[in-house]
């Protein structure tokens, strides 16, 4: 049989096997069957690039059907790169099988945003949906997702462009806002630059980034993210900054990790941390969603977001079971999986419930998305924030 599929074996091979993976996948309890964690999908990978199995439709389902919440490389003790092989495993299936027509207009979409046109409809949009007196809009999608959706800012990409001058400056930021904060949750970003602001930190906006690209790399569309990497190296190459600045562990692991900066790329949350900002609270209680990619991508330590919860003088913390557990969103995931994407979130929901917090605080747009959605549909009554716009809110 032909070995004609291009996956990084020596990566796969340093899994040893141990079924740690299992523990914290949050696709295999609604699967159950070897090829549902990380340890299975890897092992098919292998079979696949030694020619002992064919590269199949069912077994290209397998692999579609991973979050790439990337939790078994945080808890791996073998290092195993994970990520890698299924990125490169899932560009070879779309060149072999095809993309998918819901997972290839999603992509897309991405990167007709950030076009010039895609800007101006997205404000468009907002300014009319600014009419309409819901938050959200329920939003059916064609492969039977369902989901409340955030209504488009009438200041999409407001910040495009602009410095944001600190008082006494001890350093220069570029913020990379990420596609979600350009076009749904822009005060969100106005609230990120206020921080820095008030920790010292001049902001810089560039006019002209473009998606991050990975969601492209996750789904293994390798030669957009190229593209998509290649065209923001260029444009930040353009402004004077110290590091990089992100409110979207997302968007901030793929500058860490596949753009070959060689300045430092860090949460907004870390900066805040080390500031000595002070903040006041309405009496609160509050709980902790920790997105995965925060600790599997980016490396944050859960002690910067509880340090600074903590640091809300008259609120509390109640902290959840299972604080880093998946959402269930994990981008196109919920949309091509609807059916387990909503298993998980439930699941997520009842834990943060338990709680009995009137606030949950994350610091992923997506998270902040799903956790909203899930909050409706289960009707629990919680309000779902980012942790930027809670800070900026109390600040003293």
Same mark, same amino acid.
């Given at each position: ?209 473009? /998606? /991050? ?34 409110? /979207?562990?997302t968007c ?68 959840a079971e ?41 610091? /992923?747009?997506?998270?902040v998305l ?27």
């Amino acid at each position: 049989m032909e070995k004609f599929l291009e996956i990084p074996l020596d990566l796969a091979q340093k899994c040893v096997k141990c079924g740690l993976c299992k523990s914290v996948c949050p696709t295999y309890p609604y699967i159950e069957e070897e090829a549902g964690f990380a340890r299975g999908r890897l092992a098919l990978a292998e079979m696949v690039v030694k020619g002992e199995l064919p590269l199949t439709g069912e077994v290209a389902k397998q692999w579609d059907m991973c979050a790439m919440c990337r939790r078994c490389e945080w808890i791996c003790p073998n290092k195993v790169e994970y990520k890698e092989v299924i990125a490169v495993a899932r560009d070879k299936q779309r060149e072999s099988l095809g993309q998918g027509v819901v997972k290839g207009m999603g992509l897309k979409a991405l990167e007709l945003l950030q076009s010039k046109a895609g800007r101006q409809v997205v404000r468009f949009t907002g300014k009319v949906m600014e009419l309409l007196p819901l938050e959200d809009i329920k939003t059916p999608f064609p492969t039977g997702a369902v989901k409340f959706m955030p209504k488009p800012t009438s200041k999409a990409f407001g910040l495009r462009g602009k410095v944001f001058r600190a008082g006494q400056e001890k350093g220069k930021l570029l913020f990379f806002t990420g596609c979600m904060i350009d076009a749904f949750y822009g005060e969100t970003g106005e609230n990120v630059i206020k921080l820095m602001n008030n920790a010292g930190y001049t902001v810089v906006v560039p006019e002209d980034i473009k /998606c /991050c690209g990975a969601p492209h790399y996750y789904s293994g569309n390798l030669p957009a993210f190229k593209k998509l990497k290649e065209h923001n190296l260029k444009e930040m190459e353009k402004y004077e900054f110290d590091g990089v600045v992100v409110a /979207c562990p997302t968007c901030g692991g793929a500058l860490q990790e596949d753009y070959g900066l060689e300045k430092p790329v860090y949460d907004f949350a870390e900066i805040v941390f080390k500031s000595p900002l002070k903040f006041r609270g309405k009496g609160k209680k509050l709980t902790f969603h920790v997105p995965c990619h925060s600790y599997s991508a980016m490396k944050v330590k859960d002690e910067v977001f509880y340090g600074l919860m903590g640091r809300i003088e008259e609120d509390w913390v109640k902290k959840a079971e299972k604080d880093r557990s998946c959402c269930g969103f994990a981008g196109l995931f919920s949309i091509t999986n609807p059916k387990m994407s909503d298993q998980i979130q439930k699941e997520k929901i009842e834990d943060l419930k338990n709680t009995q917090a009137d606030i949950v605080l994350t610091t /992923c747009p997506g998270c902040v998305l799903n956790l909203r959605d899930g909050t409706k549909k289960h009707k629990t009554g919680q309000e779902v924030m980012h942790l930027a716009d809670y800070l900026a809110e109390n600040l003293v």
